[in-house]
């Protein structure tokens, strides 16, 4: 009887580790964007500024919530490149996220061959990207 408690509390310690470590390596639902539609609109009302190797398009919105989005190509790379970017730009979003303005819908699109972008290269565009914000943000009446 001692085994069968031992492995259930083995079990349950697992499921807890597992579902505090889901907790950090995904965003938050609220703070996704994932539709087709959200995509769509930052193309077509939003704003872009463009780093070296990736392009941001933006919008100002009225919710309490930061939207964030990436898209990867499938013609920049394999499924393992796009995944890795996906992963090194939604690390960058954490770090930014306390310092960014409510109601910010963003998107990152890569500019070059996915294998050729490193965390570095995503942070240094992220920071630009967001002295361009808040000017606008200051800006805004």
Known sequence: MDSVQECQLKQ???SSLAEEQEAVT???SPTRSLSKRD???LKAQGSRTFG???RFHYFFGT???VEFGVTAFKSGGNAVCRN???RLSRE???KFLPSLPRGLKLQVLPLLPLEKISYQAILVDFEACMSTLN???RLKP
């Open 12 to 14: 349950a310690e697992m």
């Open 26 to 28: 995904s965003l938050r």
């Open 39 to 41: 995509f769509a609109f």
């Open 52 to 54: 070296k190797s990736v």
């Open 63 to 65: 919710s309490d919530q």
């Open 84 to 86: 890795r970017f996906k």
């Open 92 to 94: 960058v979003f954490r």
């Open 135 to 137: 000017r606008k943000e």
